[in-house]
């Protein structure tokens, strides 16, 4: 019997109205962001602490991952699928909550990074209520999709539909392993794992949330819009099988690739350097399963835009995932890890995503609104303005990436760096305004397709629903002979999440339970001991600027390194870190060993500006840590948390742990006075962060300098 | 023709490159020293290139009289053979050169520092390549000019496909592409929202590839962690701070730049200028450029006869070698070189006790011989304060 239904197509709009919004808002956060790192003032400091490039750059990320990426993920699935699966998706209404839901998700997470509140995990700084809340809609996406699956009136799965899938429960069970953590406060709270196994999670996660969210999902959208635009049949079917299963059964492996020369065991990085190896060749099979189905279609890609895009989407897509690799190979991470040359990889991977996204809205909007893009010439600037963008974006990344690398790791025939860090900063400024000019062009083409997608909905007229009609699905089925093993599969839409599940559990599973329960992994330092309730309250302030975002505390062990920062950094010295702050980027100075290196009062005057003590800084100042007090009423909450993570600090201390922080407060600000005349109340917060700063990494100097006395 | 001309020009190239790719000198090493070969592999890959010498030299010989041959026998076609001619007098003239020039190669590289163990097998490695490379493009011309001999009849040049057209039929071949027209025959069947679904077999260098990378993997976790055969971080950290010791120590030896806080003295005034051009940039901003630091400054007043650390070359040499990290001074032994520390500590000793205005109060003791210089070549103190 055939049935007729309805495509929702409203919900689609909205998805896709969301997608380029915070697209854009994204993207200028990126680009203040960007100009921010030339020109320090713009952090406007001395008015407020909210747009500080610590809190910002959070936002952007956040912003065109979770809110443009997710949007154009959510975009893709709710047209493709009920039009794969010939039913209309299986409740409007949780897909009208999935859409606001996420909306306010995003519009939290944006005040509250601003705010200050992060986890201090990146792209995982979201605190633990707006986690709840992802979970939550997570889920309801999630329900909605599958009922839309189990409710079908087409036997098989599409490819497209396998990768949506397979991104789900993988995304859902990265979030939820990463993200536990324990409360302090409504806002406020401290992740179960601490150093190496809190980065080994991290990374685990942060790699795949750019394999599940940015990555797969995106090819399950270019196995649906690419061959509609192109009119061309999918290359090869038991390509997408092959490619499919490697991808995600390799990809979840490949996290500690993030973590080479940091205090991880040797194995565990070992397994992130052959797992992205591998990777190479499931991730090229998509990019050639895109390319080849353009065969024959070639002549079109020459004059439609949205192929254009798709295109250029898929080869950045190869060339990305063939730098990936390269760059998990130890002696070049050696160069590109915290380096500008890890932010040139992950623009132009973004690239990708951005590209895809784009090129389906061109296709899809004038679809939805039943008439003819505005202006084909528009797009092509729009293209070309891009492009130019992200050439001018990746090539001075590059060259400073290079520049510094050599600068950092030169050495004078006597033995002595030849350049301080400043010199490396300065050498790269120019570099940083070519990035965020070449940003703000990026930008620029987004606008330019913002206007033209609004010409063309408003030259049209949009339709709610699409009639579609198709006969119910025959109880029984029978399979022809000589089907394929995989069609069964196909056809069954919960054993194919149960072995997705399966096969993406596995990579995390081996890297991470050895990591927590082999002592040997983590060989403790007897030394090392849990901050103090000053030193803690310290941490909290240096998480909450997003300090991170420009500062590793993790050396390597390397020459120019070790001679720089101090000795290389010990897997035991971190067990207490709940998060882990070992950071991705330098755009500052390491500072695992920062502790007792300068003097209190150098820390006082290079918080309230760092050019006075640093000339040529790009650091902005932080006037507000010393107008505010510290939070002396969250202590008692903190310390009990952190005990009941396992940190040794007696029972019954949070009684007494403000009395030994204000006496630990006291000292520091009498010090001050009495060697500096620096006059500042022992209660403000710039004393809790330089007694955290003046911490860092003294555990293991004191055991030393016991060991060996000066010559 | 133009077949022709092409590959005059690119004899004329490879010619032309090959003294030169040749002739590319490794890095000065930085320390020269007298053994000529950090292990047994460079003699080995040497003896290889002084060995693969002979064959090209042969094969040299054999493509000039062959192309004699050739050309004698075609010679109907008159025109342009000069510039052919003109090509191969050239690989006549070049070759014994080229020989020459990768023997000096050879010879340079053999005069390499252990240090360059790596430029070394680099540098072999290459010339090595690059005589192969020789070896079979010469084999592959005297091929043709032998064939040529028998079969006189060339290929019409106008039959030949266009590059395009060969570079597609190759794209094709290597990707295992069916033409489009028998797509038919290869459609699954499926139509989901109307895309359909071919079932092309996957490119075999795709599966090679992916096998090879697989390989590659259990190679690596082998090599690192079974066989034990490649260092692990901290063992490379070792062998890598080994060795800048041992190249630091091996330079220093040689420069008169071995000053510590035993053997420093107060240096002249040119000295004492190039600790003030260091103090200001790199000091300043603790002590203010003169020295003198400010009220509530971070550094002390280094202008007046206060010290904290003692007021001899020797102390002012220590404090700012190791610093004082507890108070704040940091160390800077890695930062300058113990010349410049002992020209920066001069440059401090010659400012102590000019007492300029508008600095930090005073810190620590009143120096106890402040007036007399620790070393009688010193200039008084305030005569070079007055410079300032």
Redesign the interface.
Known sequence: MIEKFYYDNKITKLFAIACITWGVVGMLMGVIAAFQLVFPALNLSEYMPYLSFGRLRPVHTNAVIFAFVGNGIFTAVYYSIPRLLKAPMWSATLSKIHFWGWQFIIVCAALTLLGGFTTGKEYAELEWPIDVLITIVWVIFGINMIGTILTRRERHLYVAIWFFLASWVTVAMLHIVNSLEVPVSFLKSYPVYAGVQDALVQWWYGHNAVAFFLTTPYLGLMYYFLPKAADRPVYSYRLSIVHFWSLIFLYIWAGPHHLLYTALPDWAQSLGTVFSIMLLLPSWGGMLNGLFTLRGAWDKVRVDPVLKFFVVAVTCYGMSTFEGPMMSLKNVNAISHYSDWTVAHVHRCLGVGTDFDLGMMYWLIPKLFNTRLYSKSLASTHFWIGTLGIILYAVPMYWSAFRSYFMMSAFTPEGQLQYQFMDVVQTVVPFYLLRAIGGTLYLAGVLVMVYNLIKTARSGVFSEYDEAEAPALAPYYVAPAGSIWHSVIERRPILLLVLSLIVVSLGGLIEMIPTFLVKQNIPTISSVKPYTPLELQGRDIYIREGCYNCHSQMIRPFRYEVTRYGDYSKAGEFVYDHPFQWGSKRTGPDLARIGGKYGDSWHFNHMLDPTSMAPGSVMPPYPSLFDNSINVASTNSKIHAMRNLGVPYPDGYEAKANQDLEKQAKGIADKLLTENQIKIGADKEIIAIIAYLQRLGTDIKAKDAAASAQP | MSNRYIFVVAAWLSCVSMPLLAQTTPPTP?ATSETSFADSGHLFLLLIAICLLLPIYILGRILVMSARMYYEKESKSTHSNTLFWLGWATLAWVLPQTLQAQTAVVETTAQAADGNTNWLYVVLLSAILLELLLIAFLSLRVRQFLKGTSKVAKPSVAARPSLQARFMRWWAKV?N?RS?EE?ADI??G?S????????????SW?TF??AM??L??IV??WR??VAESAP???E??RM??AA??E??AE??KK?A?NVDENTVKLLGEADIAAGQKIFVA?CA??HSENGASK????GPNLTDNHWLHGDKMPDIFKTIK?GY??????SW????????IAQLSSFVHSIAGSNLSGGKEP?GNIATAAATPADSTAAPADTIAQKH
């Open positions: 930085i990707n592409f489009i797509e459609d699954t499926h989901y929202d109307g895309i359909r679904e071919l079932d092309n077999v996957t490119p795709f590839a992916f990378s697989i590659i993997a690596y976790l690192y962690h692990l971080q901290l490379e950290f890598e701070m800048a010791e190249a630091k330079y220093l420069q730049n790199q901003a603790c009220p509530g400054g971070v190791y990290p507890d108070k704040g001074m940091k032994k890695d930062d300058f070189s113990p010349h410049q810190q």
